[in-house]
């Protein structure tokens, strides 16, 4: 089967690597152009696609990201309605994460900034100390990802809510909410809320004013869904003003984040470059050769999304 490498951002040839010679007997890599067309091309690879990438493949019928969210690749306008939408689903991505997410519950329960900055006056000093038991913690997204980190920050001893779109069994101590009923009243009990949301309609713009102030007063954001989830503008409001204490930042609306935005040089604000957790190569190629496989069947790819729904 043929597949083309499709991206503005990326050498996928090169990120790919060594992998394509692993399926190099089942699936033909070609490299994307933009002149023409190429009605042998059935799959695609894709990272943030050229706005009118998939019009040269008349006869594409699926394409596959590079991780776990497809956002930049359903808001290609050249993909047309019937195209299958493939992520990659990655167990070693959520383990990644988990760590990623830990690492930030336990430095604001823990005090590390502070420590941070006593260490930078050279200040010997003790501070009051809170166990997990006592910092809830709230994770939007009970999907792969989500519900990884949230058995994980439970078995660290953190009370944890967890809220996805339709009803979800948690196994307890964990506690689930679902729909904008449940997320009012989970926010309510919140004091750090992670973000593990995929990027959609109905979810764009969600870390708004109105959520934060739910909140319980001196609470922490770990955001590591999509930029565009977050108003900047009312983040930094909420900062100022006390009603959170501090954020860690993954992912923001403008990649790379612009030198002049103010984010960089906030004192409460930690900055990651959307490094929170990669997919292994290994997966990448996996869901690829399961897509092809698929297609070739006549199936529908495994971790196909539900392209009404957006995720
Ligand atoms: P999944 O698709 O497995 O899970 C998504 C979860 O979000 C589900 O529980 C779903 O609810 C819930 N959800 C979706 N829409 C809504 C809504 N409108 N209201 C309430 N809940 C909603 O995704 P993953 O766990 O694999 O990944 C989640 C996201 O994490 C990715 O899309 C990406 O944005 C981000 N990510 C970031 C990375 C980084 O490095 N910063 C790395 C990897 C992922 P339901 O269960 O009812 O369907």
Not at 15 to 22: F, P, Q, S, T
Not at 61 to 69: D, E, K, L, N, P
Not at 128 to 148: F, K, M, N, T, W
Not at 242 to 250: E, H, S, V
Request: charged residues 20%.
């Amino acid at each position: 089967m043929r597949c083309a490498l499709v991206s503005r951002t990326l050498d996928l040839r090169g990120y790919l690597g060594a992998e394509i010679g692993r399926f190099a007997d089942r699936i033909e890599i070609v490299d994307h152009r933009s002149d023409g067309k190429d009605a042998d091309v059935r799959l695609a690879v894709a990272w943030h696609p050229p706005d009118d990438a998939f019009e040269r493949y008349p006869n594409l019928q699926a394409v596959c990201s590079i991780g776990a969210g497809v956002d930049n690749i359903i808001a290609c306008p050249s993909l047309r309605p019937g195209i299958e939408v493939v992520r990659v689903v990655d167990p070693a991505q959520a383990q990644m994460m988990s760590g990623f997410v830990a690492w930030h519950v336990i430095g604001h329960q823990r005090r590390f900034a502070t420590y941070l900055g006593q260490q930078r006056d050279r200040i010997w000093q003790r501070l009051s100390q809170r166990h997990a038991q006592d910092v809830p913690v709230a994770i939007l997204g009970y999907g792969e990802i989500g519900q990884r980190v949230a058995a994980d920050l439970s078995q660290l001893g953190f009370p944890v809510l967890v809220w996805s779109r339709t009803a979800k069994p948690a196994p307890p101590p964990i506690r689930g909410f679902h729909g904008p009923s449940g997320l009012a009243a989970m926010l309510d009990e919140t004091e750090v809320l992670v973000n593990l949301l995929p990027l959609t309609q109905e979810t764009e713009g969600i870390l708004n004013r109105e959520l934060f102030n739910r909140m319980r007063r001196g609470g922490y954001l770990v955001q590591v869904g999509r930029g565009e989830h977050l108003v900047d503008e009312d983040l930094l409001a909420a900062l100022e003003s006390g009603q959170l204490d501090g954020a860690a930042l993954d992912v923001f609306a403008t990649e790379p984040l612009a030198p002049a935005h103010p984010f960089w040089r906030h004192p409460k604000i930690v900055v990651t470059p959307h490094d929170a957790s990669d997919v292994r190569i290994e997966a990448v190629a996996a869901t690829l050769v399961a897509a092809a496989d698929a297609i070739g069947a006549g199936q529908r790819p495994p971790y196909a999304i539900d392209r009404n729904r957006g995720y």
